[in-house]
């Protein structure tokens, strides 16, 4: 089992940037398809990137895709999410999560995943 942790969330203006990281423990996340979600309240939790256990491959919601980047650094077994150009429609907790192995190349289906962090915090002022 993966312990994930996020952090780098914050209060941003519109057009700024933020990294988010997740910090995995007890296994390195290399074993794992990885992902980012997001919820804003009242919504959903959606899709946000994602990226194989390989690490050649990457996913990106069409709301995020040319703003947004996900990369990891396996010698701090770290999962990032640059975010830039940040909008308002951003504003929600951002999730990480891993998944043992992601059927079909389904990364935006959420009961793909089996480890999740607690999520961090994101708000874009306007």
């Known amino acids: 089992q993966v312990h994930l942790v996020e952090s780098g969330g914050g209060l941003v203006q519109v057009g700024g940037s933020l990294k988010l990281s997740c910090t995995a423990s007890?296994?390195?996340?290399?074993?794992?398809?990885m992902g980012w979600f997001r919820q804003a309240p009242g919504k959903e939790r959606e899709f946000v990137a994602g990226m194989s256990r390989s690490g050649s491959n990457t996913y990106y919601a069409d709301s995020v895709r040319g703003r947004f980047a996900i990369a990891r650094n396996s010698a701090r077994n770290t999962v990032y999410l640059q975010m830039n150009n940040l909008k308002p429609d951003d504003t929600a907790a951002y999730y990480c999560?891993?998944?043992?192995?992601?059927?079909?190349?389904?990364?935006?289906?959420?009961?793909?995943?089996?480890?999740w962090g607690q999520g961090t915090q994101v708000t874009v002022s306007s």
């Open positions: 999560a891993a998944s043992g192995r992601v059927n079909g190349g389904n990364y935006g289906r959420t009961r793909e995943y089996d480890n």
């Open positions: 007890g296994r390195t996340v290399r074993d794992y398809d």
